[in-house]
């Protein structure tokens, strides 16, 4: 929060929440038009800029989140690289589920001629998150999928990190223009008053949003509420449980540890895909595997509301009396937005199953919670009190029966991992980053190429003549995108 | 409602809601877990006891309804062929949307394998209409599509025809059952209390519902206020503008006049695609062309309650000073169900955008008001003040400038026609019944195939082994269904 400012802009000449809208609602028409090879190359250049500015960009990014320079150019270019892959799909068309039905007067009753498509929803408010100023943030993924449809988009900055955000919003401006957007294309708002106003303004047809529970539930709320009501695609919280089989326990106890360690610490445990419980067997030495392999240090966090959220959480969760501290000092709080960590907690099947509410619930920041158990049927009796996460991970080895256990993470999670940690969210066609609520308040994704999905809105045309039909849907396919054609894929 | 009793069911020996969502969630599991093809194979044993039960059904519905015989008769077919299209659909595969990425280490940061697919969303509580006994009832679209994703399903019977749902949920246990499909996997439950319950049943995962704006509105409202909100999929009211452009309405204007006069008249005027304004040249003779069209009869609407609304929404419009009649007394207002009509009446788009709230919202029931233009800007103008439509249908002759409007339909509705009428919805690969608030409270459809994606949720398998993925996933395609594989559609 002390960096210097590239950019000060005072809020009293900033465009209001109304203004950006409603240049994002003039712009609408334009955007939705423009050939999508001109989409994608807009998105190019949001892409190169951001790579180009780089080493301005990193470093005024960690003066105000303390995530590390080597993190963040790691996530700088997987957001570059994201954007990039939204062109490509913007390119390859069948983002756009587009369906001709040819006439059919064999029926009964005949068919007529008909074709639908995808369109953009309309201007998409965006909510940036504190713990990935890149790829959740101006230029991340809800932004590019919400461009990458067609659509205008509104970012709400995140006040934890109000510089980077203007600079990546100026850059981004200077881009679009320079590629020939539409003004108005992409604005940015700041200020917590401005995220309901955003929410609630009737121009405004999506929002994405990743963050807390407790906000994002309050916003999907507003969405819900209005005279007309909206999507709200939220990402909020997430527990991520693990198990750990009793075979991979004693054949990779070191390995698992390991890689446990690593995961729940990592960017200070403030990933949303952090594994926060692991289910290991009663008997397993996991325990102190992992108590040796945590180096003790003092870990910044995002800010001081994130903070001052983990120390009452972590007090909370210690102070079941069930709850045993495998490493760490949960009682040294540290001071603002240091604190001591790692810390592993344990626990029994007993516990959380008695407490699920304070046991079986996030805690964002340096902590796991390891769950002892007697058997895997007590794991999915505990799963199943689990709330709805973004992902389960499963550490078993060949031969093992886990079949039981795989339906109950199917159930209870969008990703389900067989070996390897949840922490890497890979940016491709197959992800899946959502999950049963409170992981996400909708049935998508918020990464991975079908997250543009959100973002648009199917329409059919009916015996419309070629020359008056979308690009997409003309009879001799111009663009050449997959299709499907009186029910056969072509 | 006074049909002799095929299968009277007092209330207190029937299920209450807790006891059939229950049994549905009971039988989730195995429904989820049948093999495609047996699923496949349910939904044809319920389209087959349909059409055997023909002459008993169609007398039946007519008795609750009024619709008449030849009407049910092809509501009926059309109900069986759409749960054979999903059975086709469910074989075909593509519905899982399954995508294939394999682990990449040439990639920076390196991809995991990861496969992603679609799978149950879980018990579906799905809503009947009162205006469509058979295709939006116990066995109709909703019901039909949740059932092809996988779900097990509890309808909430329509009061309109209690005795016509019984008997149909009678003859779909019994075919269910042959089939060898789980107990619980289909449920009825009935009472307007039922349907609040229905809603907030915490195993209920999504809902299917098609009715008035007010009910449809407050069990939105209800879903979305659940500890855990779920998908709403409403199918609400529709207004269904038509654009009758100054070409066409001198070129064609018997033609226009006379498919008018069939579709607002089409089951009583009872359909939710029922052209409700149809903007017409100021100087065309289109009025006196439909008022000679229409024959005066008495018609029988669905229930007293329908009957009291049309009444009352009538005299409001006729309220109206700027609002003439070209066809029918308004003031004639019939007896319980019996209404005289069809009733044509006329305005100006003046009048129009003077008060939209009352002149551009539906009136459910045989009537239509047609709105005098001059210019087809004036018609842009009072179409941005229409609420959201399922349709939108444009008359003109080759070689206007309808492009503009052509905009401002795609904008206001799910479905743009070109040239004929709305009422008739082809079940079918294309179709899009849905549309912008209050058409619909989602961005999907409730007819043709691709209402199967509102029942569906996506899961992605990380480093899963090939024995352990569900078999759409597995490396050897073993089903044979389309999927992209490491970006490309195989």
């Not at 595997?289 to 909370?316: P, T, W």
């Not at 907690?345 to 340096?366: C, I, K, R």
């Amino acid at each position: 929060m002390t960096s210097t400012s590239t950019s000060p802009r005072p809020s009293a000449t900033s465009p209001t929440v109304q203004e950006s809208v409603a240049a994002a609602a003039d712009a609408q028409p334009a955007v939705s038009a423009a050939p999508y090879e001109q989409r994608a190359r807009w998105l190019e250049s949001l892409a190169d800029e951001l790579d180009a500015n780089a080493d301005e960009l990193v470093p005024l990014a960690d003066a105000e989140t303390s995530l590390g320079g080597t993190r963040l150019s790691g996530e700088l270019a997987r957001t570059s690289a994201q954007l990039r892959l939204f062109a490509h799909v913007v390119r390859e068309g069948s983002f756009l589920e587009a369906i001709v039905d040819h006439r059919n007067d064999d029926a009964t009753p005949p068919l007529p001629d008909l074709r639908r498509m995808l369109v953009p929803v309309g201007p998409v408010g965006v909510f940036a998150a504190s713990n990935f100023p890149f790829a959740f943030s101006v230029l991340g993924g809800d932004t590019a999928s919400a461009l990458a449809a067609g659509n205008t988009v509104v970012v709400k900055a995140h006040e934890g990190h109000p510089e980077l955000s203007r600079r990546v919003s100026e850059l981004a401006q200077a881009a679009l223009s320079s590629a020939g957007a539409p003004q108005g294309i992409l604005g940015l708002v700041e200020g917590r008053d401005a995220g309901v106003t955003l929410v609630e303004e009737p121009r405004i047809m999506a929002v994405g949003f990743t963050g807390s529970v407790r906000g994002g539930r309050s916003l999907f709320d507003a969405a819900s509420r209005r005279a007309r009501p909206i999507p709200f695609y939220g990402e909020l919280g997430s527990l991520n449980p693990v198990v750990v089989t009793p075979g991979a326990a004693s054949a990779r106890t070191d390995d698992v540890a390991e890689g446990l360690a690593a995961s729940f610490t990592l960017g200070a445990g403030q990933f949303c895909t952090k594994p926060g419980v692991v289910f290991v067997p009663a008997d397993s030495r996991l325990d102190s595997a992992l108590a040796a392999r945590v180096e003790r240090r003092q870990f910044q966090l995002l800010n001081d509301r994130i903070a001052s959220g983990f120390r009452d959480r972590l007090a909370e969760v210690t102070g079941v009396a069930a709850v045993g501290v495998v490493a760490g000092e949960p009682g040294e709080v540290g001071e603002g937005t240091a604190v001591p960590g790692p810390i592993v907690l344990s626990t029994t099947v007993d516990a959380v199953l008695e407490d699920p509410e304070v046991l079986l619930d996030e805690v964002f920041g340096p902590v796991t919670l390891l769950v002892r158990y007697d058997t895997l049927d007590r794991v999915r009796e505990a799963l199943r009190a689990a709330p709805g996460s973004l992902t389960t991970t499963l550490h078993a080895e060949d031969g093992e029966d886990v079949r039981g256990l795989l339906d109950e993470m199917t159930q209870l999670s969008g990703r389900v991992l067989y070996g390897g940690w949840p922490t890497g969210v890979a940016v491709s066609w197959a992800q899946q980053h959502g999950g049963p609520y409170p992981a996400s308040t909708s049935l998508h994704t918020s990464v991975g190429t079908t997250a543009i999905r959100r973002f648009l809105r199917p329409v059919a045309y009916q015996t419309m003549p070629d020359a008056l039909l979308p690009e997409p849907l003309q009879e001799a396919n111009p663009l050449g995108i997959p299709r499907r054609v009186d029910g056969r894929l072509a």
